[in-house]
């Protein structure tokens, strides 16, 4: 069956700290890849996403995300954390046969303390 | 440039009652997809139109029903309310060919008593 898995519910990091956020997906066909970003009360905004090429995606405020197919992963990492980083990511998995139909994981609760 | 918009932002129901949620998706998309989001989780998705026609439907009852306008813009219907259906319901907007890159609508709430 199609998955995909945020192992971790909530994470607490330091400003000034790195960030890695692990997703992990389980699909038949090449898989398209997305983080977003869901601040309280707002909806999803996208940080990155991977279609084919280069493994190592940049995204928006700072976000880079490695593409392993040999450990179906994607995980996002953050050199620096900021206190506005404080939000819930989502790993999204879209494939070619599926006409945009996105599917989430249950997301990673990011706080982050002085 | 506007992005994807929805209305209303917050809404109350009852149970048995019927609701319908608007999109209107970022200028130049012609694909709208909707999820619900349950508090705490991810979102799942619903359906999603173009072309006014239905192409896809993830594993949701025929209580939730939807159109496509020919300006692009959507309308999600759900039928004889149960209090599970209290959600943050998302719509997003693509544009054919890159349907995979959806960018979302702030929301509405949803609350089902």
């Known amino acids: 069956a199609q998955s995909v898995t945020q192992p971790d519910i909530h994470i607490t990091v330091s400003e000034g700290a790195s960030l890695e956020l692990r997703c992990n997906y389980s699909?038949?066909?090449?898989?398209?890849l997305f983080w977003y970003v869901q601040s309280p009360g707002q909806g999803l905004q996208l940080l990155l996403k991977?279609?084919?090429?280069?493994?190592l995606v940049q995204g928006i405020k700072g976000f880079e995300a490695e593409f392993k197919r040999s450990q179906s992963s994607f995980n996002l990492r953050k050199p620096s954390v900021h206190w506005s980083d404080a939000a819930e990511y989502f790993c999204?998995?879209?494939?070619?046969?599926?006409?945009?139909?996105?599917?989430f994981g249950a997301g990673t609760q990011v706080v982050v303390t002085p | 440039d506007a992005g994807v918009t929805q209305s209303p932002t917050h809404l109350i129901k009852t149970r048995g009652q019927q609701v319908t949620l608007r999109c209107s998706p970022k200028?130049?998309?012609?694909?709208v997809s909707w999820y619900q989001q349950a508090l705490g989780q991810g979102p799942q998705f619903i359906f999603q139109?173009?072309?006014?026609?239905?192409?896809q439907r993830g594993n949701f009852p025929d209580r939730f029903s939807g159109h496509q306008f020919p300006n692009y813009s959507s309308e999600l219907n759900v039928n004889a309310l149960l209090l599970g259906d209290s959600a943050l319901y998302l719509c997003?907007?693509?544009?054919?060919?890159?349907?995979?890159?959806?960018?979302f609508g702030p929301g509405t709430r949803l609350t089902v008593l």
């Open positions: 991977y279609f084919s090429g280069d493994t």
């Open positions: 200028s130049g998309h012609d694909t």
């Open positions: 997003a907007s693509s544009l054919a060919g890159t349907a995979n890159e959806q960018f």
């Open positions: 699909y038949g066909a090449t898989p398209y």
């Open positions: 999204a998995v879209g494939t070619t046969d599926s006409w945009g139909k996105l599917q």
């Open positions: 139109y173009y072309e006014e026609e239905e192409r």
